[in-house]
């Protein structure tokens, strides 16, 4: 039996992170090794569990006291590129996003979240795929097809007519992922990637 995906929660609200705890730990292949109220102390217990190789995502609340949780994804990233964080938030502006995603986040999860999407995310991470809120991410798409209707028609069809796998690597290339990172994330060689970058050049979007 494969070891359950171990998660440590942080985020200064007792009661969400209780919840949280209730909602992970009664899945069978999830399991919650930590938590913590701050930022400092987030950074100060993951870094422990990581040395101890008993982690494998840490989820932060964005506004914590202490340091943010955007501050603390930063830190821990330069020192374990390898972790699996998810930024956890109330804000569905695509601004927040965007911060997390180039900070290194994983993923961008909201706290109205579904369950099910709650533990999807924990689990798509893990398995190297980008995770973003729904809520979230139609703000995104939203946005790209505003900027097509200001274009015109035109722009419009040709944003329509893209493949469902060139809207994703449209979407990561907004994020800012370059070629290897999407391939990484996508599981396709960067030459596929070239080649859809390209088929969504000649669409005009």
Do not use: C, W
Not at 106 to 113: E, I, R
């Amino acid at each position: 039996m494969a070891k359950p995906i171990r998660v440590f929660l942080a985020d200064d609200h007792v009661a969400l992170r209780t919840g949280l705890r209730m909602l992970l730990d009664g899945e069978t292949d999830i399991t919650v090794v930590g938590e913590a109220s701050d930022g400092e102390g987030a950074i100060e217990r993951i870094e422990v569990l990581r040395a101890q190789d008993a982690l494998d995502v840490a989820i932060l609340d964005v506004a914590m006291p202490a340091m943010s949780g955007l501050e603390a994804l930063r830190r821990l990233k330069r020192r374990d590129h390898a972790l699996h964080v998810l930024i956890l938030t109330m804000h569905t502006s695509e601004s927040y996003m965007f911060q997390a995603i180039q900070a290194g986040a994983s993923g961008y999860l909201v706290k109205n979240a579904d369950p099910n999407e709650i533990t999807g995310a924990i689990r798509d991470v893990v398995a190297g795929h980008a995770f973003v809120s729904p809520a979230v991410e139609d703000r995104v798409l939203a946005e790209f097809v505003s900027r097509a209707r200001r274009a015109g028609a035109r722009a419009t069809s040709a944003l329509q007519a893209l493949t469902e796998r060139e809207r994703e690597v449209l979407g990561l290339i907004a994020l800012g992922h370059t070629n290897v990172e999407i391939g990484e994330k996508l599981f396709v060689t960067v030459k596929t990637v070239e080649t859809h970058r390209a088929q969504i050049g000649r669409a005009h979007v």
